[in-house]
Nanobody, 115 residues
Framework: QVQLVESGGGLVQAGGSLRLSCAAS????????MGWYRQAPAKRRELIAS???????NHADSVKGRFTISRDDVKNTVDLQMDNLKPEDTAVYYC?????????WGQGTQVTVSS
């Protein structure tokens, strides 16, 4: 059974930083593509960063150069370092695990950026 638990969200001023962490339990972590999504009010959930089992990363244009995804296959965690935060980054952030095409989600963590 896959369980993903996010932490690290909160309230921060524009220009500040936060680091989100996701702890995964269950099988297949080291072979899974891990990702971070976010969903702002009245908007679709969007993929903002992903990392393959080989460590290849991809970041959405909206966060490129400001956010960095990383993983630790010993601790079974995936982190999202968020720098130079903007008010438009305000959203609920979700960790995801892709196991053979099936995507599993965490419960989400709120990030609020004040101007």
């Amino acid at each position: 059974q896959v369980q993903l638990v996010e932490s690290g969200g909160g309230l921060v001023q524009a220009g500040g930083s936060l680091r989100l962490s996701c702890a995964a339990s269950g099988d297949y972590f080291s072979t899974s593509i891990m990702g971070w999504y976010r969903q702002a009010p009245a908007k679709r959930r969007e993929l903002i960063a992903s990392i393959t089992s080989e460590g290849v990363t991809n970041h959405a244009d909206s966060v490129k150069g400001r956010f960095t995804i990383s993983r630790d296959d010993v601790k079974n965690t995936v982190d999202l370092q968020m720098d130079n935060l903007k008010p438009e980054d305000t959203a609920v952030y979700y960790c995801s695990q892709n196991i053979w095409g099936s995507i599993y989600w965490g419960q989400g963590t709120q990030v609020t950026v004040s101007s």
